[in-house]
Structure formats: C-alpha cells, structure tokens
C-alpha cells in the first residue's frame, strides 16, 4: 500500500501556463472543484490551530496524574491520556510534527529526485543510464522494508534538528520517495530540452546548473507540484503508520501517529483516544487529496478529467 | 582447574594472585543460592558442627521432606477431570526450555516439559520429578556440597512411553554444556565434571567446585535422550518444535506456526488423576486487545498480561478472575558516573555525587509510579533473608536545590535551567541538561515525563532520548549505548531472580563493567570500588547467610550513601486473569525463569 | 517476445546481487543486534553471548558474512532463522499460504467492487453516483489502514453483537475458530474484517484509477464512433470503453502482486493473521537477519517479475505496443 506515491506515471509537461496569467488559470480551474475548497478550508484551519497551538491553555506534555484517561468535557475537550495530559494540547502539537514531517519529507523527495531525475533528463547517455538504473534500483526494495530499517538506522542518530526524531522521519520518508519525482522531472526535461527556449538559453551562455534551475525546473512545476501536495499527504500517512508501529515519532514528542500507538493499549476502555487522532490524520489527508486532484486538474493538461 | 577447588580454596587462590580476576569472576559469578535455601543450609552447617545433622537446602516450608509434592496445594474435592479450555496469546518462538529465552515461551514451556524441581511463589524449590530435594539429611548432598545426588520418582515415563531415566538427566547436561549447542540458559552446567548414573533413578552430579544454585540447576527442564538428536545440532532439533516425547502435564499436538498451538494431557504424566484438563487450545493472538475481548465473550479462558489500566474494568467482568503477583522486574534510575564510560574520566555533571543525590531527592517516587495498579518499593536490590536496615530514600526537592547550589550549580539568566558556576568537573555555563534514556514499546515514557518534570522543578532539564530494545539491551559489539557508556541517566528494569550474588556482581562489581573483552558486562553506570569488589568476593565464597547479608548490606549502605549511582524504586506487580469457571491457577512469576505462568497447569480444572 | 523476457529476465540478475548487497549492508548497519534479544536474560553469561556470537558468525567482518550468505543462497540455502533456529524456507512456507489466502481473496473482492463502481462512476459522470463514489474513494484513501482495522474490531467486535446468539458479531483473531470443525463460513467470516481493512484502499485507489481512464476513452474517437453507428450505450460501455479503459489498470494491478507475498504489515498484526507481515515485524524487531534476507530478497524477485508482467501484459493487450515494439 505504501508504494502508492512510488507508482504514479510519468507525465510530460506542455508549457501551458506560463508566465503571466497563470495564476488566473489554474485558479480558474481549481475553484470548479468545491470539495477542493472545502480541503483547503479545513487544511487551513488545521494548519492554524497548529501554528497558534501555544495560544491553547494546556502544554502537551504536562503531567496530571491524578486526571488520567478523562472523557471529553468542557475542560478538555478531547480528554486525557494515560499520564493526565490533555489530548487536544498533544493533538494540536502533533499536528505540528506530522505536518512538518510531511511537508520536509515532500521536499527532500524533491531535491532528490529532482537532482537526478533532472541531471539524467538534461544530460542523458550514460549519466542518464546510470541515474535511471539507480531508480530502478530504489524501486526494486520493498518500500516498507526500506522505510523500517532506515527508521532504525536514522533514528538512532539522533538527528539534531527537531526532538523526537522528527527530521529523521522525514528523511527516512523523503529518501523512500524521490523515485517518482525522478522519473517525471526526467520526462519532462527530455521534452523541454528540445525546445527553442532553452536553445536560446544556451545560446546566450547561461551555465547548465542555471539553465536547469531557472530555465527547465519551473516548466516542470505543474506535474510537480500535483506530486508533491499529494506527496505531503502520503508522508503524513506513513509517518502515522511508523509511529503507530512504534517505530517513527518518539514519545513524549507527540505526533498524531504516537498519539494512536498510546490509545491502542486502551482501545476498548478509552476509545476516543482512538478516535480523534484517527480523525485528524483523515481530516488532513483528504484535503489534501482534493487539493492536489483539483490541482492537477488545474496545473496538469495531459491529465484526463474530461472537463476539456 | 585439575582439581576441584572449594570457594576457600577458591578465594586463597585468587587472593594469592594465582587464578585471574575473570576466571574468578566468571566462577564467582556461578555462585549464589534461594535465600530460604541459604538460611537452612547454614543453620545445617552450624549444627553439623555441633554434630547434629540437619535438614538442607531447599527442604519446603513446613519443614518435612516432601515426597511428590504439587506446586501449589491440590485442589479440593471440586477438581473434576475432564473438559478444554482456551489460552489466546502469543507465539513463542521455542519450545526448548534450554534455548528459550522469553517469558511467553518459558509459560508455555510449563505446560509440555517440567524439570527435577520447581520454585513456589516463595522462593523456595520443591521436588516435581524427583522424590525429595536432596540434603546432607537424606544422603544427597555432599558434606562439602560437590556432590548432589538426584533420585528420580519411580515409575517415571516421556510421553512416548519410554522410561525417563537418570540417563537423561545426564543428557540434558550433555547438550546443554555442548559448545555448539545455542543454549541460552546455561548457568552451572560447565561447572558441572561428571554426572553419574548407577541405576536408572540416581543420578550423581559431581561439580568441579561448590555451586550455590545447585538446587534449581535442572529446574528449567529435562531433555530425553531419545528424540532429541546431536548436541551440537540442538539449534536445530526437530524435538524444539514437536517436545515429542516429553515429561510436562501436557503434550504438543499441533504447531500451526503463527495460528494455534494445541495440547493434550500427557497420560503418562507421573500424578495420579492429572493433569485434570483433557487439551488446551492456544489461539496465537498478537493483539492485547482481542485477547482481552476474547477473554470478555468466553473464546479465551487464559489471560497472562493484564496490563494495569485494565485490571478494574476486567475485574468488574462477571465471568472473569483476576490474580496478583509481585513481577520479576526490578526498577531503578542509574547515573552514569562516567565520561563516555572512560573509567578515568568522571561525568562532567554526574561525576559529583552532590548532583546525583540532588537528581535522586527531587524524584517523588509515588508519583512516578502513580499509575501503576500496586508497587513494592525497595530501599536495595537485596530482599528476602538479605533485606538491609536501611534508611528509605527520601523525597526532598529543597535539600535538593540546596545540594545543587552547594555544588555550583546555578540558575544565573533565570532560564529555569541551572548552568554551572564553579562546579567540580563542568565548565563554568554548562547547561545543567541530561539524557534521560529507556528502551521503546513499553511505556517506559509514563514515567520518563515524571520524572522530567520533577527534575525541571528543581532547575534540571531532562531530555528523553529512548532506544528500541534490541539496542539498549545489545551487546558492546552490537553498539548497546548502556554498555558503551554513551547515556547520561537510565531508567529500566532487571530481573532480580533467585539469588542476589549474581545479579549484585552484575549491577556493582568491577569486573562486570562492559567493554570490549567484557561485551555482556551489566555494570553500566560504572561503579568501580575496591570496597564493593571486596564485599562481593566474601559474600559470593560464603555459605553463611550472615556474612553475605553483612557483606550485601556494607555494599547497599556504601551505594546509597557514597556512590549513589542508583536511585531504587520498586517491583511493580503483574496481573493475570481467567475465566471464572477456570480453578486451580495461581501466580507465580517473582522468580522467573523457575517459575512463570503456567507452572501449576496441572492442576488447571474446570469448575462448573 | 520472449527474446524480450529472456534479456529482461537477465537484467534483473545483477540488479538481484546490488539489492542483496545493499540489503545486507543495511541491515546490519543498523544499530542493535540479533544478541540483543538475549539482553534482558539474566542466565546468559557474557561468555555465552560471546559463544552465540561466534556460533552465528556476527563477529566476522561484513563482507565475509555477506559472502558467506551469498554462497549459501546460490546454492538454496537461505540458512537459519536466529530467532526460532528453523530453516528459513521453512518459516516462510508456513506463513505464504495464509498471506497469499488473504491477499488473494482482498484482491478478487477489491476488483468486483472497484471494477463496476470505477465504469458506473465513469459513465455517470457529475452524477449523484459519480459525486457519492467519488466522496467515498477520497475518504477510503485517506484512512489509516490500522485506524480502520482498530475502529472494525471495536465495532464488529467489541460492540456489535449476533442478535441470535449474543455473540461478537464478526471474529477479530486469526483465520478460523480454533477448535470448531472445519467450515467454509467460519473461514469466510474471519476473512470479513482484515479483507475490510485492507480492501477499502485499494477500492478507493483502482476505482479512481479505472474512472480516470475510462472517461480518458469515452472522450476517443472510437467510442464516439460506436455510438454514431448506433450501438447500445451499455454494449459501447462494456464492450468497447471498459475493455480499453482496463488496460493501463492491469499494469496497475501487475505491479501491485508483490504484496501477495509481502503480506499486509498492519492488518495481519491488527487481526493476529498468521502471515509473512507478521513475520517481517516480528523478524525486523528481533534483527533476524537471516529471515529478513529472505524476504526482502523474495519481495525484490516478486517486484522485478511484476514489473516485467506489467510491460508484457501491457504490450499483449495494447495493440499499439506491440506494434510500436515489433517495429523498432
């Protein structure tokens, strides 16, 4: 299930929207899809109560033992866990780790992917060879393998950036999922090299580093940036389901994954400590799933809706 | 070693320089006895003296050599034979109780394959397949203890029909002492020189050197020598997955890896009428939940782990009984007293025993343990016939704060986090910021974030930093961080077992600090004192009970009041539940790996 | 075409020995170790841990461990799981039946489902139909499979009950009773929760699939063209759009047969479903680093052949393909 993100094909890229007026059009096309709007609506909320998460009275790892597994009430609105800390406060907080593990997940997949897939498609021959059987490579490991024994190998690095072991994740996540932006950045080069644009480009003297950079990679935004928002909602999933093994987010630190590994123990006697973070990593994939769908129907002309 | 040599033989070798600190070490390190087992034996030898022999060693409780005796009293006339019953958990990985390592497998080891005796949940070993527990009384210990002559019931048979003879016991010492056997309990038994077998019920156990857990030497299980196959190849026995034949209350029908196990009474199970249980059905259940649902609608009559928040809600179940027990493990918090386990380099903030005191006097330990259902604390590892008169660790945050300003510890930028000012080892502004670590997947978190707010109330930052077991409990080689030194304050548990001599030299002798020649060494935090060393070495050559309680309680004195590398909390306690209408269970799990669950299944009956 | 298969079939020889070397370096790169299971056992003197560890060859250098493994494997012998000491093949033949029940069954169930509502949605597109499939494949791929699994025991299991017999409504553990005669609907009905659990996803996943690519085909020439030669819109539909449309979906489903042998990680831990996911947890956990060679070696074969199955069932169903590949 997890290989998912891995699978989707190459699209290439036709320099549709460009330059001016570009935003007008997609936003044309995005707006048609109300579930869309709805996603972004809800991932909006999210997003906020997560940034502003301090502004909500209880911290996420203070103690109370003496109100441990409360029901929801007035106090707390999502309850207490097994320590008396409240769920809300840890659910807010979580948030915060799963949506930054998700989204540096996404982007160091996309350095990654579109570091290779972008030197293989620009330079092609041997380079190209190499690169392409390198993906192969990463492609022929069962993902869930690789995603366990890097989460054991990096995590006990204790990677300096965040507690918890969150930039760890994200690059476990990350360097299990390059695989497919490298594939559509190199589809989508071997077209754009070829156009006059680039000739011209060359021409005038601009380096290869430059003209990748600022000449090919924003023609090659569109399919990319439908990968990648859909790419955050899988991070947050696999994130989830690492934690939930116990093998991703380390308690205290609390991700929305960990939060359910924790309710697990007590499924049956507290179930809505099983509930909420359920609820909130379903919240937050499905809209970004309708964002991203509505996107590549906003952003991705090869891609069939039938609303042509 | 070509002669055998007593422990004061032993000791004046060592003593002299003649034998190595590791081989003496190593030797110490098979030395330890049950402490009713000490207590008994001492006062048999005083009075051997005196010239009066005396019982020894093991003799149950009420004072009589018992002669087939059962674990726990025989049920009343209600037992009634007949009828099958559930056990709905996990898989465990052997059925050799040799190579077994784990709880679960141990359990269900109980229930196909038994040893010569068993420990009660007092500590003390009664005769399963012998007659009597063997004593300088009855003729079957030596006076100098380097003989243990064991008697087999008459009568005795495998599954199969074959006579069990004192010729397997001599098996089992063969194979489980065999180099390249991959036996993992294997305690004694190359102490052990030769076994004798005169007739098919004796069997003579000549030991090179005294052994004070003799007693539970073969208590784990017998192996037969038929069906079995090739020590070296133990590994890989056939017999690990079938226990075909085997001595235990029940046998192994079927193994349907990863599905079910099931067990038929064995009907050449020594006790008249038992085991009282036709089969047990074992439903391999890897979620605690469903176990515990099946236990509710009546799939499952045998619940092992209740976890503690679900013992009120069990309990209130109509169809359910719920027992308790104190559990195997022992919890504590350790400071490192090292630099990065460099035995010349003290720890730049716990290298003053001044922080360490203050760390353990801001540690409420009730409110650590809170949500455990019920707690022994314990003011030193020794407990029993050992247990020190010491003074309870006490909880003090203020002389704690004081003690960490006397030691220059101060919070000069009001950042709530103390840094040092003209401390012992640190340089002046260090953070006064410690690693707090554990092993994952158990909950060791509950009382991480405890204790890290506890610590903050008196100016010390804690940060959990938590590895999976298989790390934390790794090998030097294996990169363990508790064996290379690489922590700044542990929180985990031990098994304290049977006798403290073993796990004493493991928690505080210096010839059991991990390193590179010593890859399984388990004193982590370092404790490096000739005193201890010294202590140890008499208590662990010493039968009397008084010198090791006085050589034990020196050490528990010295360690709580100088080195403090410990702060000692408790044994938490385990809980186990079954169906009403299942009688004749009891818990014993204090004193793993003798005894766990499963010890009593014959008596297992079904009241209706 | 076989010419193909056979160079395809030859390539994946060295990409076999990369991924192998690369698993194995892996594997034992990361920290803890086989011998750590025996940490926690008092009875395991270092001594005997030093024993074991020389018994299992772990002090050897990596690369002679790898090699030794490698020998070993060419000649059939995957070696000894650390953890139970069986073969290994042994091991994994006890549990690829259960997966492979399981998976198979939750792939027939996932492709009757997802086939029709995937065309219906297709056909009826902006319909209520299309709005409510649409809805519910976003919602089924956005469950955490293991939220799902755990919220159908509490439900099915926990709380509901058989009105007739006050029993759980649905069993939650394993593929059948225990102890109960064999029937076809106690094996049906322990298949109901995990096939659930697992199933919803890919539901969600082939149907938007088939959807997208059906309506890409309803918009070609041909299909206009049936219908101005006044076919049935149902014979245009079934014949000549679902057909075209389900091609690029058996590649989707080619590929997707790795997890046959894979085993599903979560649902069978979820529904204690006697399977290799099981297995590669508990091995994964444990360092088994025999079993875990095993498996990723089998899941890495399983890929490759997929991949190969995908291209060949692609370009025998496309016509264009094969026309495209016999001309170059």
Redesign the interface.
């Known amino acids: 299930?997890l290989?998912?993100a891995l699978?989707q094909q190459p699209v290439p890229l036709a320099a549709r929207h460009r330059q001016a007026g570009m935003l007008q059009l997609v936003w044309r096309d995005f707006r048609r899809h109300p579930?869309a709007l709805v996603g972004v609506g809800i991932l909006s909320v999210i997003t906020l109560m997560s940034i502003f998460a301090f502004l909500y009275p209880y911290d996420p790892e203070s103690v109370d033992q003496l109100n441990r597994f409360q029901p929801p009430s007035f106090q707390h609105p999502m309850g207490t866990d097994r320590s008396g800390r409240d769920v809300m406060a840890r659910i807010l907080y979580g948030g915060r780790v799963s949506l930054v593990v998700g989204i540096a997940a996404m982007a160091t997949a996309l350095v990654i992917g579109a570091a290779i897939g972008g030197i293989a498609g620009y330079y092609g021959r041997i380079l190209d060879a190499v690169l392409m059987?390198l993906t192969?490579?990463a492609?022929?490991?069962?993902s869930?393998?690789?995603l366990?024994?890097?989460s054991?190998?990096l995590r006990?690095t204790h990677l300096p950036l965040f507690q918890g072991g969150i930039a760890s994740i994200a690059l476990v996540i990350g360097l299990t999922s390059w695989m497919s932006v490298a594939r559509l950045v190199r589809a989508s080069f071997l077209v754009i090299k070829e156009q006059e644009f680039i000739t011209a480009a060359r021409a005038c003297g601009a380096s290869d580093a430059r003209i990748m950079v600022r000449h090919m990679l924003p023609n090659a935004a569109g399919p990319l940036i439908v990968n990648a928002t859909l790419g955050v909602?899988w991070a947050i999933?696999i994130e989830?389901?690492l934690s939930?093994?116990g093998f991703g987010i380390q308690p205290p630190t609390p991700s929305w994954g960990n939060i359910?590994n924790d309710a697990?123990k007590t499924?049956?006697l507290y179930?809505w400590l099983?509930?909420f973070p359920?609820l909130m990593?379903?919240?937050t994939?499905?809209a970004i799933?309708?964002i991203g769908?509505a996107l590549r129907d906003a952003l991705d002309p090869y891609?069939?809706?039938?609303r042509? | 070693m070509a002669r055998h040599a007593t422990i004061e033989e032993l000791l004046t070798l060592y003593l002299k320089g003649s034998i190595s600190r590791r081989r003496f070490a190593?030797r110490l390190?098979m030395l330890g006895l049950s402490p009713p087992a000490v207590a008994t034996l001492l006062a048999a030898c005083r009075r051997a003296e005196e010239g009066t022999p005396a019982p020894i060693v093991g003799t149950p409780p009420s004072g009589t050599a018992v002669t087939g005796a059962t674990p726990s009293p025989a049920p009343s006339g209600a037992a009634k034979r007949g009828g099958?019953i559930?056990w709905?958990d996990y898989e465990p990985?052997?059925l050799n109780p040799y190579?077994a390592?784990?709880a679960i497998a141990r359990s269900v080891i109980a229930l196909v394959n038994r040893g010569l005796v068993g420990v009660n949940p007092n500590g003390e070993a009664f005769p399963v397949l012998v007659t009597e527990i063997p004593s300088r009384e009855n003729g079957g210990l030596s006076d100098d203890g380097k003989v243990v002559t064991w008697r087999l019931k008459p009568g005795l048979k495998w599954s199969d029909g074959q006579p069990l003879t004192s010729d397997d016991i001599k098996f089992t010492w063969e194979a489980v002492r065999h180099?390249?056997s991959?036996?993992?309990?294997?305690?004694g038994f190359d102490l052990i020189e030769r076994i004798e077998t005169p007739d098919e019920l004796t069997a003579v156990v000549y030991y090179k050197e005294f052994w004070t857990p003799w007693v539970t030497q073969f208590a784990l299980g017998i192996l037969p020598r038929h069906g079995t196959g090739d020590p070296s190849q133990m590994?890989?026995w056939k017999w690990?997955?079938t226990v075909n034949p085997t001595n235990g209350p029940f046998v192994l029908e079927e193994w349907?890896?990863?599905?079910?196990m099931?067990f038929a009474r064995n009907e050449y199970w020594h006790e008249e009428g038992k085991p009282y249980l036709d089969r047990i059905?074992?439903?391999?259940?890897?979620?605690l939940?469903?176990q515990r649902?099946?236990l509710r609608?009546g799939e499952n009559d045998m619940h092992h782990w209740l976890a503690d928040e679900y013992v009120d809600e069990v309990k209130s179940w109509p169809n359910v009984t719920v027992k308790e027990g104190p559990s195997p493990y022992w919890y504590r918090v350790q400071f490192n007293l090292t630099d990065q386990g460099n035995l010349n380099k003290p720890h730049p903030i716990l290298g003053d025993v001044r922080v360490r005191r203050a760390l353990g006097l801001a540690l409420d330990r009730q409110k650590i343990l809170a949500h455990w259902k019920k707690v022994e604390f314990m003011s030193s590892m020794f407990r029993g016939p050992f247990a020190c008169d010491l003074p309870p660790y006490e909880y003090n945050p203020e002389k704690a704060k004081t003690l960490l300003e006397e030691a220059g510890w101060v919070d000069r930028d009001r950042d709530g986090i103390r840094e040092a000012h003209g401390a012992l080892y640190a340089p002046d502004g260090t953070k006064l910021s410690l690693r707090l670590s554990s092993y994952t997947g158990w909950n060791r978190e509950d009382e991480q974030v405890v204790m890290v707010e506890l610590w903050k109330a008196i100016g010390v930052e804690a940060k959990i930093q938590n590895?999976?077991?298989?790390?934390?409990?790794?090998?030097w080689?294996?990169?363990?961080p508790a064996r290379r030194g690489d922590f700044d304050i542990l929180w985990w548990d031990?098994?304290l077992?049977l006798d403290p001599q073993?796990?004493a030299e493991?928690f505080y002798a210096s010839w059991r600090i991990p390193s590179e020649q010593?890859?399984?060494?388990f004193n982590c935090t370092r404790v490096n004192d000739p005193e201890i060393d010294e202590w140890l070495r008499i208590a662990g050559s010493s039968t009397d009970i008084e010198v090791r309680r006085d050589a034990y309680c020196k050490i528990a004195k010295k360690i709580q009041e100088e080195i403090v590398n410990e702060w000692v909390f408790g044994v938490g306690y385990a809980f186990s539940a079954s169906s009403a209408r299942v009688k004749g269970w009891e818990m014993n799990e204090a004193y793993t790996?003798f005894a766990i669950f499963g010890w009593d299944a014959e008596n297992w009956y079904i009241a209706e | 075409m076989t010419r193909y298969i056979v160079i395809r079939l030859l390539q994946a020889i060295p990409?076999?020995f990369?991924?192998s070397a690369?698993?194995f370096a892996?594997?034992h790169?990361?920290?803890?170790?086989?011998?750590?299971?025996?940490?926690?056992?008092?009875?395991?003197?270092?001594?005997?841990?030093?024993?074991?560890?020389e018994?299992l060859g772990?002090?050897q250098p990596l690369y002679v461990q790898y090699l030794n493994w490698l020998t070993k494997v060419i000649r059939g012998d995957f070696g000894?799981s650390y953890?139970?000491?069986?073969?290994v093949l042994d091991?994994i033949a006890?549990?690829l039946p259960?997966t492979v029940y399981l998976m198979g069954a939750t792939f027939v169930f996932v492709l009757a489902i997802a086939i029709p509502v995937g065309a219906l949605s297709a056909a009826r597109?902006y319909s209520w139909v299309d709005v409510l499939v649409s809805?519910l494949t976003?919602?089924g791929?956005?469950?955490?499979?293991?939220?799902l699994g755990?919220?159908l025991?509490?439900l099915f299991?926990?709380w509901a009950r058989n009105p007739f017999t006050g029993?759980?409504l649905l069993p939650?553990?394993?593929?059948s009773t225990?102890?109960a005669p064999f029937s076809i609907g106690d094996y049906l009905k322990h298949l109901i929760l995990p096939m659930l659990t697992?199933g919803v996803?890919?539901i969600s996943?082939y149907s938007r699939y088939l959807r997208?690519?059906m309506?890409?085909v309803?918009?070609q020439a041909y299909i206009q063209t049936a219908r101005a030669k006044g076919l049935a819109e149902r014979t245009v539909l079934t014949r000549h759009a679902l057909k075209n449309a389900a091609i690029p979906l058996v590649t989707?489903v080619a590929?997707?047969l790795?997890?046959i042998v894979?085993g599903?990680?979560?649902t069978e831990?979820?529904?204690?479903w006697?399977?290799m996911g099981?297995?590669?947890?508990r091995a994964?956990?444990?360092?088994d680093y025999p079993i875990?060679m095993a498996?990723?070696m089998l899941?890495?074969v399983m890929?490759?052949l997929a991949n190969l199955l995908a291209d060949v069932a692609y370009a025998y169903l496309d016509p264009r393909v094969r026309y495209e590949r016999s001309s170059t």
Do not use: C
């Open positions: 299930m290989d998912r699978e579930m059987r192969d490579l492609l022929s490991f069962p869930l393998f690789l366990i024994m890097l054991f190998l006990e909602a999933l989830s389901g939930f093994l359910l697990q499924l049956s179930p099983s509930i359920g990593i379903f919240l994939v499905i799933n309708y769908d891609h069939v809706t039938g042509r | 190593a390190a099958t559930k709905a990985n052997t190579i390592s784990e180099p390249e991959t036996a993992t309990q294997t305690q590994g890989s690990n997955r349907q890896a990863a599905d079910h099931t059905l074992y439903p391999i259940t890897t979620e939940e469903v649902q099946m609608t590895y999976e077991p298989t790390v934390l409990y790794g090998t080689g294996e990169g363990s031990y098994e077992g073993v796990k493991d010593n890859p399984g060494g790996p | 990409l076999l990369l991924v690369a698993v892996l594997i790169l990361v920290p803890g170790g086989p011998m750590g299971v025996y940490g926690k056992n008092p009875n395991l003197s270092a001594e005997d841990l030093a024993r074991l560890e018994k772990l002090n000894y953890d139970t000491k069986r073969p091991e006890d549990r259960a597109q809805t976003f919602a791929q956005a469950i955490p499979v293991f939220w755990l919220m025991i509490l299991y926990g029993e759980p939650a553990r394993g593929m225990l102890g697992l996803g890919w996943w997208s690519s309506l890409d309803l918009h989707i590929l997707d790795p997890t894979n599903a990680l979560y831990i979820i529904f204690s006697p399977g099981q297995l590669f947890f994964a956990v444990r360092r875990l498996m990723t899941s890495s890929i490759i």
